[in-house]
C-alpha cells in the first residue's frame, strides 16, 4: 500500500515561500505514477494544485497558482516537492498529496487519485 506523508506546512507573511515535502512509500517504483498536490479552505471544497508525472517529470498546474508554484519531484528520495513563491492569504489551506496509479501524465482529476497524505496546514498572513 503507498503511503504519503507530507511536511513543510507553516506559517508565513503574505509574499513569503514555503516548500512543501511529500514522501512516498509502499512501491519499489514510483514510474507508473502521477502524483498531485491538492488543497483545501475552511468551507471550500478541495481544489487541485499541481500535478507531475513521476517518469517523464511533466506538469500541469492550477491558473490561481501558474507563476508562483513549481510542482517537482526527487527520483531517488521518493520525495515530490512544491515550492510556493509569493504566497496569498488566499493561498491559506491544508495541502494534500496524491497518489495516481497507472497514470503517466499530470493530471487534475481528483477521482484518478486513489491514495492520499493526511496533510499539512499553510497558513498566510496578510
Known amino acids: 500500500q503507498v503511503q504519503l506523508v507530507e511536511s513543510g506546512g507553516g506559517l508565513v507573511q503574505a509574499g513569503g515561500s514555503l516548500r512543501l515535502s511529500c514522501a512516498a512509500s509502499?512501491?519499489?517504483?514510483?514510474?507508473?505514477?502521477?502524483m498531485g498536490w491538492f488543497r483545501q479552505a475552511p468551507g471550500k471544497e478541495r481544489e487541485f494544485v499541481a500535478g507531475?508525472?513521476?517518469?517523464?517529470?511533466?506538469?500541469n498546474y492550477a491558473d490561481s497558482v501558474k507563476g508562483r508554484f513549481t510542482i517537482s519531484r526527487d527520483n531517488a528520495k521518493n520525495t515530490v516537492y512544491l515550492q510556493m513563491n509569493s504566497l496569498k492569504p488566499e493561498d491559506t489551506a491544508v495541502y494534500y498529496c496524491a497518489a495516481a496509479s497507472r497514470v503517466f501524465m499530470p493530471t487534475s482529476l481528483e477521482g484518478r487519485y486513489g491514495d492520499w497524505g493526511p496533510g499539512t496546514q499553510v497558513t498566510v498572513s496578510s
Open positions: 509502499g512501491r519499489s517504483t514510483f514510474s507508473s505514477y502521477a
Open positions: 507531475i508525472s513521476w517518469l517523464s517529470g511533466s506538469t
